[in-house]
Every structure is written in structure tokens, then in C-alpha cells.
């Protein structure tokens, strides 16, 4: 009978001890994949972050040029205005096409900046080093098309870099 007892209370035990420790490896695998599966959308999101700057970086590149030539069209109107009071004339109420440019100059200028800030964040080493070099143009607007190529390769090799 005191055989019997001790089978059954060991049996038990083995019995706890087992169950225990099968909860306590499915709680530790379903941590794990629960980990995984937040590590993989915040990559995902991330990653989906970087096409979308890389897709604006390569549109406000494009739009450069517009940006040299508002430039040198708001330069022509101001020296046309600084002659026009140098030589006693009625200086002429502002027109509106200098404001358009004016303000378009602002929007891509602010475009611009944000989409440099925004690669230096989400991209790594190789990405910042090529910014350093694009800011250091001497005309926001006109950066060597160099740099700009080292920049679209930097994002491009650094799409799926991330920093773990």
C-alpha cells in the first residue's frame, strides 16, 4: 500500500513538474514569436518609411532645376526694380508672378530640407556621409549632380539596413 502511495505521489509530481514545464516553454516560444512578429512590423513600417523618402527624394532632385530658375527670375525682377530707383522711376506695385515664385521657392526649398532631415534619420552611415557632402553646396538648390547621385545610391544600398 505504501508503494502504491508513493507511485501515485510521484507520478503526480512528475505529472505537475511536467505540466509546469510545458506551460512555461509554450510561454517562453509564444514571447518569442510575439517579439519576432513586433520586430518584423516595426521593419516593415520602417522600410515602408525609406521607399516613400526615397520616392520624394528623387522628386524634389527632379524639381531643382525649378528652383535655380525662380531663383535667377526673382534676381532679374530685383535688379530690374533696384534700376527702375536708381533711375527716379515710379517703383511698380509688386506683381503677382514674383510672389507665385517666391512662394513656390519656399515650398521646395522647405520640401527640400525636410526630405534631407528625414533620409539622415532613417537611413545609416553611408547615407549620412553623402548628405554632409550634398549640404555643403554652396546654393541649396544647386548641389553637383555627384552628390546627388551619391545620395540615390546611399538610400539604395541602405534600404534594408537596419542598425541591430
Do not use: C
Not at 505504501?2 to 501515485?8: L, Q, Y
Not at 533711375?87 to 508672378?97: M, S, V, Y
Not at 537611413?123 to 553646396?137: C, R, V, W, Y
Request: charge should be positive.
Amino acid at each position: 500500500m505504501k508503494s502504491e502511495i508513493k507511485i501515485v505521489i510521484i507520478s503526480s509530481l512528475l505529472a505537475f513538474v511536467g505540466a509546469g514545464a510545458g506551460s512555461f516553454l509554450s510561454f517562453e516560444l509564444s514571447e518569442n514569436a510575439w517579439e519576432r512578429d513586433i520586430e518584423y512590423k516595426e521593419k516593415r513600417l520602417i522600410l515602408d518609411q525609406r521607399i516613400k523618402l526615397i520616392e520624394r527624394a528623387a522628386k524634389i532632385f527632379a524639381l531643382l532645376n525649378e528652383a535655380e530658375k525662380n531663383s535667377a527670375l526673382i534676381g532679374l525682377e530685383k535688379q530690374r526694380l533696384l534700376l527702375s530707383i536708381k533711375e527716379g522711376k515710379e517703383i511698380p506695385a509688386e506683381k503677382a508672378d514674383v510672389n507665385k515664385l517666391s512662394n513656390r521657392s519656399i515650398e521646395l526649398r522647405a520640401e527640400y530640407t525636410a526630405v534631407l532631415s528625414l533620409l539622415n534619420m532613417y537611413f545609416g552611415p553611408e547615407t549620412k556621409l553623402a548628405l554632409q557632402n550634398i549640404s555643403k553646396s554652396e546654393k541649396w538648390y544647386k548641389p553637383s549632380r555627384g552628390d546627388v547621385q551619391a545620395v540615390m545610391n546611399a538610400v539604395s544600398k541602405e534600404l534594408h539596413w537596419f542598425d541591430s
